[in-house]
């Protein structure tokens, strides 16, 4: 049980650029999300899940697109980096009202 | 939308106790609690759901004014491992889920 796979874990993009961050859960969780954190904050929700083929915005979308086409994978996608999107990335699945299990993380860095 | 928490951060001795808060402005379905260390990815404490329903840690203790929309983490007898960020994280509907700003907990032995 691998739990929440995030790939890349580092990533350095020039402006401009675009990128997809991978997620996968092997746990069969219905709901998963993305956050971004940036130093010294808290977790700004960006996007989120409820199922495959389900999605919705959080608090801060712009920028990322997401789509959710098995249960298993929720990738995250930046449409043309900019240096605001310098940010650790975490993605979250769970189950009903459990508890989120996150991934370990991509330290996104945009020069 | 997101919980407020505080404090902002704590400086504890080895022993001593401390209360972190967690307040929201909309009605909450749940509350979670979670401890970051530096460079790591948050970990699970606590679930406090509506209706009374708990599920942790057996160290760990909390509660839930659903009335008022508050939570408090209780640590006692602080241990070093306990040193991290704390998070709250609450949800009012299923589906869209806030994390709080964070509290810095620091144990000094």
């Known amino acids: 049980n691998a739990g929440v796979t995030q790939t890349p874990k580092f990533q350095v993009l020039k402006t401009g650029q675009s990128m997809t961050l991978q997620c996968a859960q092997d746990?069969?969780?219905?709901?998963m999300s993305w956050y971004r954190q940036d130093p010294g904050m808290g977790l700004r929700l960006i996007h989120y899940s409820v199922g495959a083929g389900i999605t919705d915005q959080g608090e801060v979308p712009n920028g990322y697109n997401v789509s959710r086409s098995t249960t298993e994978d929720f990738p995250l996608r930046l449409l043309s980096a900019a240096p605001s999107q310098t940010s650790v990335y975490f993605c979250?699945?769970?189950?009903?009202?459990?508890?989120?299990?996150f991934g370990p993380g991509t330290r996104l860095t945009v020069l | 939308q997101q919980p407020v928490q505080s404090p902002q951060a704590v400086i504890l001795r080895e022993g001593e106790d401390a209360v972190i808060n967690c307040s929201s402005s909309?009605?909450?379905?749940?509350v979670h609690w979670y401890r970051q260390k530096h460079g790591e990815a948050p970990v699970f404490l606590m679930i406090l759901l509506k209706g009374g329903e708990q599920k942790g840690h057996e160290k760990i203790s909390a509660s839930f004014n659903e009335k008022k929309q508050q939570s408090s983490l209780y640590l006692t007898a602080s241990q070093l491992s306990y040193s991290g960020t704390y998070f709250c994280?609450?949800?009012?509907?299923?589906?869209?889920?806030?994390f709080g700003s964070g509290t810095k907990l620091n144990v000094k032995p």
């Open positions: 994280g609450t949800g009012s509907n299923f589906n869209k889920f806030y």
């Open positions: 909309k009605a909450l379905y749940s």
């Open positions: 979250a699945s769970r189950s009903g009202y459990n508890e989120q299990f």
């Open positions: 746990m069969n969780h219905e709901y």
